[in-house]
């Protein structure tokens, strides 16, 4: 068979069954492979950033998933360039091809030739032309082993167009998966690092996105009941813990972080970090004030984590499953003895800030505040909702004041933040689980970035919801403009000629979505949200399409961080909650 067809028979063997691409002259024959091959589903990109994007968001959302992104020659790869950035960033395997000129005139700047595997180097774990046809099956054996191996991430392989052609030997039908390598922690290093939580008087767990990547979830709530101990979800862990939970501290950061979380985070002596990073999003910068007094424990699947950010009382590096069922096991085996300390009075402190450090969400202003627009969010999407966002002021206060109860139930892009990741993402979501409730959250600059692949949706049949707030701003750019008393290049509002009654507001999305094959609705009033919400809901299932909710807010509103980059000194700029119904969705009631 041609070393194509080998490639495409190597990829069902592996678990592939969806791809997402768009073909060219360099990349024809793999297509015709996978044509002729049959077994794998192919969604046509409007854009090959958008189909990198559409594998992260499928990978992303069921354990054990990878994604497939395809492209010819040259400007394809580059294009992915982002994508693979994206997923290294956030320790995403997906697995990127590209086609390339032939062999023979790849030095010598033929058309669309460029050396992409050496420009996708820093952003993948493995990016290599194969310019020996027998190589192939061994090249993508050896692209499955490394993204699921260790850390996970990204791979490319490039493949020229005469070595696709090629005929090799290969017999799929004794083809094997390369064994998975994960290093495992021990038990005198779990033993070990229990002693720094006994030790303790108010100990916290962060968990981090690698306790969802190992699908290690379970074992997280079962280890945090067992020791009683609250959890601090990052960002990418978020879900790991149900926000409903006793023991859920909330989230802790200069952006992307609760009231309750960061008070409770400082009120603790000792931090056990499972699969994280310590990012500087949730460490901010002043990591003397993060660190304080504090004992720290780190567990991270990648050697080099450990002392990364700042060195550790004690590392131990291992997938977080196997740390995991270590630190149930010695737990089991303490509270059986009677040698776990009671935490009782330790936990409730942190559930009474919980319900007394909110913000207010309710506000009836027109132009609407976007608080607002995620009250009635919480309203009307349920706990098993799929959210998708990438950046902004959009993604900063959806994580403020969502809630999420479950694992890969808040799908985000954390290290890279790629405006226009979102409508792709969700499309790759929506792919991986065509039975879920997927909501999109996006800000209007996000959504013009890549608006190209609504059109995806509407010809593949992809229904979910947008939840698009427009404040005709690059919002956040513009906070953070503030400290160099500027507001400068941020304004994206015009009097559109073609449509008058959105005043400044400029572009018609709603107008621009329904031209792309979807539907949409606009709001301009709080009380309109919830209806507005119901009716997307019912259009998306009855149309097959994504629905559009586009809620037209004030045109400056700050969201509560920290301007210098210290979790002990957020900047709370709009009035808190300081009566129940300031705050009707929150996790607890609002005790006052």
């Known amino acids: 068979m041609t070393a194509a067809r080998a490639a495409v028979e190597i990829l069902k063997r592996e678990g592939v069954t969806d791809a997402f691409g768009v073909p060219g002259a360099a990349i024809n024959p793999f297509y015709k492979a996978l044509k002729e091959g049959g077994g794998i589903n192919h969604t046509l990109a409007r854009h090959v950033e958008g189909a990198s994007h559409m594998a992260e968001g499928y990978t992303r959302t069921q354990p054990g998933n ?42 010598k700047e033929d058309f669309q030739a460029v050396d992409i595997a050496s420009i996708a180097k820093p952003v993948t774990k493995m990016a290599v032309t194969v310019l020996e046809a027998a190589q192939v099956p061994g090249v993508f054996q050896q692209a499955f082993h490394l993204m699921r191996s260790g850390r996970p991430g990204p791979v490319l392989i490039d493949l020229p167009i005469d070595v696709q052609l090629t005929e090799i030997e290969f017999d799929p039908e004794t083809y094997e998966p390369l064994p998975v390598y994960k290093p495992a922690a021990t038990r005198a290093q779990i033993e070990k690092a229990i002693s720094f939580l006994l030790a303790s008087e108010r100990p916290v767990i962060v968990a981090g996105g690698g306790i969802i990547g190992a699908d290690a979830c379970d074992l997280l709530v079962e280890f945090a009941e067992l020791t009683r101990t609250p959890v601090v979800p990052t960002l990418m862990g978020w879900g790991a813990l149900a926000d409903d939970h006793e023991l859920n501290a909330g989230m802790v950061g200069v952006q992307t972080s609760h009231r309750y979380g960061n008070a409770n985070f400082l009120e603790s002596d000792f931090v056990l970090g499972i699969g994280n990073r310590w990012a500087n999003r949730h460490t901010g910068y002043k990591l003397d004030v993060y660190r304080g007094d504090r004992k720290f424990v780190h567990v991270d699947i990648e050697p080099t984590q450990i002392g990364k950010i700042f060195p550790p009382d004690y590392g131990v590096v291992s997938d977080a499953k196997a740390a995991l069922e270590l630190f149930v096991e010695v737990a089991k085996e303490l509270k059986a003895a009677g040698k776990l300390p009671d935490r009782s009075a330790w936990v409730a402190s942190t559930q009474e ?68 990741w979102t409508i792709p993402a969700a499309i790759g979501v929506a792919k991986a689980d065509p039975d879920a409730p997927v909501v999109a959250l996006s800000g209007d600059y996000d959504f013009q970035f890549m ?121 709370e700029f709009e009035d808190l909650a300081t009566e129940p119904g300031h705050a009707p969705t929150s996790i607890k009631p609002l005790k006052v």
């Open 353 to 420: 800030r919980k319900a007394t450090l909110l913000r207010r969400t309710h506000f009836d202003n027109v132009p609407m505040k976007p608080q607002r627009v995620y009250e009635e969010m919480n309203k009307a999407f349920g706990p098993d909702t799929r959210y998708v966002t990438t950046i902004g002021l959009s993604q900063i206060a959806g994580a403020q004041m969502l809630h999420v109860y479950k694992p890969r139930h808040w799908i985000n892009c954390g290290q890279a933040g790629p405006l226009g």
């Open 451 to 571: 608006i190209e692949e609504l059109a995806v949706a509407a010809q593949h049949r992809i229904p979910y919801v947008h939840v698009l707030v427009n404040n005709a701003y690059l919002g956040l750019i513009r906070q953070a403009q503030i400290g160099l008393d500027i507001n400068f290049q941020v304004n994206l509002e015009f009097e559109n000629i073609n449509a008058p009654e959105l005043g400044v507001y400029g572009v018609d999305h709603v107008k621009v979505a329904e031209g792309l094959g979807c539907k949409a609705i606009r709001v301009t009033e709080p009380d309109q949200l919830g209806a507005a919400f119901e009716q997307a809901k019912k259009l998306a299932a009855e149309y097959r399409v994504p629905v559009v909710v586009e809620a037209i807010l004030e045109r400056i509103t700050n969201i509560s961080m920290s301007r210098t980059m210290d979790i002990s000194d957020i900047s």
């Open 66 to 107: 990878i994604g497939v992104c395809i492209g010819t020659s040259g400007p394809a790869g580059t294009d992915m360039i982002t994508g693979l950035y994206s997923a290294i960033g956030d320790s995403i395997p997906i697995l990127c091809i590209t086609g390339q000129a032939p062999t023979s005139v790849i030095h």
